[in-house]
């Protein structure tokens, strides 16, 4: 490294440089301050000697003493530095001076010392003492000071009778000091080049000390790390630089440390990647070849050499099919001419004759320009690929006749849109359309007014959908089950819906439901005829009552007449309530209309029905209900059925355990609770029966299974009660009473406010 470019020199210059200015810019300052300092000082000296001399000469002036006067103005002015002592009159005549020659010389009043306080009309009578110095030059090599001071008027001047000048004049002369500047300038010249050596010497001093510092701290460390670096650069990677100081020098060499330290594993690892890659290079399982710009192969790996009998600078066309000429469709040509990879499948046969097939993929080489000088060409074969796809239409062919043959419709759905993007041939059977006037419409126009926001945010989220209503082509409505799964087809994510038909299980499970119905009116039929036998006897009573007073022809007090008449109308009302609530339960439904209802409201229906058998029999009924309790989604008709159903259970249950040995209310019991839990309606039915026994838990939903004796049940009113649950999304089962029996358990989900 040149000296000029070196880091001391730049430092040094840069620390010379601002040490110099500093330096240069210190002793200017101080010396115009010790020269300002000087001359004030000096001002003052000679602004108190000028007064000392205007009162020394103030009596002499009074008696007009003018021997004494200059024998005083001599006797001062033989003091060193002291040039010349004038006092002026009024006109500016010298009157009196320590030279005799300038005695009686009248000067330019507005020129020199006396300009001060005559610039301006009338003269100035009161100037600062800055304005009363000036510095002037003697001509012999030094400078000058003079301070002149005015010769006020006093008043012994103008009442005096010898010496009498008039009061209006303020001012009567002026008295002219003027110094050499000799000895300070001498002095001040002194104190400067003092000043100036002193500067150097520290200059020289602290220039010495940075360049210790810089050649200690800073050029002896980095010369280490060049030599450090050189070092790592020639390949000795594990070479240390030390610096024994703890400073941002000694990070850096720790830095470099690391470095060389991680450049050697890179290092080590690049040349482990180049074997693995030379390696894998030679053991990769499909055809590699390098080809130059004349098709000529200039290098090939293991694979290659197995399958083809080659050497290096045969033509490859000729390797790889036996041609004399290149290919008519070459990859490696397109890549030599647009500089790009391609792509291509090729076919030819194999040494032992059969037909193999490949995909081809070529790259270019290019050198350190950045031109082509050869390719790549990797051959892959896929000729087990090629055989399993034939085999693989085969099966397309045959598992789509299966598609079309399946006996339930089958839809291949957009899962965006839902847009119907195939279907088997089945759809016919059910719905009445065929293939092409379905492909393009939406799934959800088979559901007409019921495919609304809600439903189809809703369908698009599960993946069973029981028993939804389709409408077909002519109208009818048709029950399904809808079930979707996410598949692949055609290269893209769709649905695979499969439709199931139960329009005919619902009819049957519909004529199950009514003949259960009929069967809990035909249970409830003693406490329904007891519940309208006192209506009736109210009746009758009174209508007896009317009778006889008409055949006696007795008049009725009009107070009796109208309580009796209510009376009637009152128990009137309760039979017509009775008969409307047996006909409603008893009327056949044959859609399901899902709606908020409150299942307190619908327990009390249940019970209205029901209450009277319970009453007969001793069976008392707690009512744990809380007032506050959401809606749930359900068909109302349906779950009073639920309810009754299990009514009646825990009423046969008391009965076989108990019979008419107790008449104690508390052993003859059934308690309702309804409680909100976790956004959840669960209401629950225990009783104080018999029981059911933990094996028979899990089975007791099943159909036809049934506890009861032969000839008491029929084993389906569980089953359907569980049938209806689900279908408001709920659940039921039952678990041991602790008090004895069971409980049986109802949970379905709150109903959301949209």
Request: hydrophobic letters at 35%; one cysteine or more.
């Amino acid at each position: 490294m040149e000296y000029k470019n070196s880091l001391i020199t730049k430092l040094l210059l840069s620390s010379g440089l601002v040490l110099l200015l500093s330096f240069s810019l210190s002793g200017y300052f101080y010396g115009s301050y010790v020269k300002e300092k000087s001359v004030r000082q000096l001002s003052g000296t000679m602004d108190r000697l000028s007064n000392t001399i205007r009162l020394g000469l103030r009596y002499a002036m009074m008696i007009n003493s003018r021997d004494d006067i200059e024998q005083i103005i001599n006797n001062i002015a033989l003091q060193n530095d002291i040039e010349n002592i004038r006092i002026y009159n009024k006109l500016g005549q010298i009157k009196y001076s320590n030279h005799f020659e300038e005695i009686d010389v009248k000067t330019n009043i507005k020129a020199e010392a006396c300009y001060i306080c005559h610039n301006s009309e009338p003269p100035i009578t009161q100037v600062n003492l800055s304005e009363r110095v000036r510095i002037i030059h003697s001509g012999k090599g030094y400078r000058l000071m003079g301070i002149i001071s005015p010769v006020y008027n006093e008043k012994g001047c103008s009442a005096d009778n010898c010496h009498v000048h008039p009061s209006n004049k303020k001012v009567l002369g002026a008295l002219d000091l003027v110094v050499s500047l000799k000895h300070m300038d001498h002095e001040i010249t002194f104190q400067q080049r003092s000043m100036i050596i002193i500067a150097v010497a520290v200059f020289i001093g602290i220039g010495g000390m940075i360049v210790f510092i810089i050649v200690r701290f800073v050029t002896n460390p980095i010369n280490k790390l060049i030599n450090g670096a050189q070092r790592i650069e020639q390949g000795d990677y594990n070479t240390m630089v030390r610096v024994n100081q703890k400073d941002e020098i000694q990070e850096l060499a720790r830095a470099i440390n690391q470095m060389g330290q991680s450049i050697g594993n890179k290092t080590e690892e690049l040349n482990k990647q180049k074997d693995e890659f030379q390696n894998l290079f030679e053991m990769v399982p499909c055809i590699i070849s390098v080809q130059n710009l004349d098709y000529r192969l200039i290098g090939y790996n293991r694979e290659f050499a197995k399958r083809f009998d080659s050497k290096i600078g045969e033509y490859c066309y000729k390797v790889y099919k036996g041609r004399e000429e290149r290919c008519v469709v070459c990859p490696v040509q397109k890549t030599f001419a647009d500089g790009k990879s391609h792509y291509s499948e090729e076919s030819g046969i194999d040494r032992d004759g059969t037909v193999k097939h490949w995909i081809v993929r070529t790259t270019p080489i290019r050198d350190d320009n950045g031109n082509i000088v050869a390719a790549m060409e990797m051959n892959l074969d896929i000729t087990e690929r090629k055989q399993l796809e034939q085999r693989l239409e085969q099966s397309e062919d045959k598992y789509y006749a299966i598609f079309n043959t399946i006996p339930n419709p089958v839809f291949v759905l957009n899962p965006e849109s839902m847009e119907i993007l195939d279907c088997n041939n089945s759809v016919t059977s059910v719905y009445g359309y065929i293939r092409q006037e379905l492909i393009g419409k939406s799934f959800f126009d088979f559901f007409g007014d019921a495919a609304d926001h809600h439903f189809i945010t809703g369908l698009k989220g599960t993946a069973v959908v029981e028993r939804a209503k389709h409408r077909s082509k002519y109208g009818q409505t048709r029950y399904v089950t809808i079930r979707m799964s996410p598949s692949e087809y055609g290269g893209h994510q769709v649905l695979l819906v499969t439709i199931g038909d139960i329009t005919k299980s619902l009819e049957a499970e519909q004529q199950l439901i009514q003949a259960s119905k009929m069967a809990t009116l035909g249970e409830m039929a003693t406490g329904v005829a007891h519940e309208l036998n006192q209506p009736l006897s109210v009746i009758k009573t009174a209508s007896s009552y009317f009778m006889r007073k008409v055949r006696k022809k007795e008049p009725i007090k009009p107070d009796i007449l109208e309580t009796m008449a209510e009376q009637i109308d009152r128990h009137v009302v309760r039979a017509s309530k009775i008969i409307k609530h047996m006909r409603q339960f008893g009327r056949k439904s044959d859609d399901i209309q899902l709606q908020p209802v409150h299942i307190g409201e619908v327990l009390e229906q249940a019970s209205e029905l029901f209450s009277q058998q319970l009453k007969v029999r001793g069976i008392n009924v707690v009512w744990d209900i809380d007032k506050h309790l959401p809606a749930i989604t359900a068909d109302a008709g349906r779950l009073e059925q639920v309810l009754i159903n299990l009514l009646i259970n825990a009423r046969d249950a008391i009965e076989d355990k108990w019979g008419a040995l107790s008449e104690s209310s508390d052993q003859k019991q059934i308690v309702l609770s309804a409680k909100c839990s976790q956004g959840q309606v669960v209401l629950s039915v225990c009783d104080t029966g018999t029981g059911i026994h933990e094996d028979y838990l899990e089975k007791i939903f099943e159909p036809f299974f049934t506890t009861k004796k032969v000839g008491q049940g029929t084993g389906l009113g569980l089953s359907i009660s569980y049938g209806i649950i689900k279908e408001c999304g709920g659940r039921i089962y039952a678990q041991p009473n602790p008090g004895g029996g069971v409980c049986f358990i109802i949970e379905i989900p709150a109903h959301e406010v949209q």
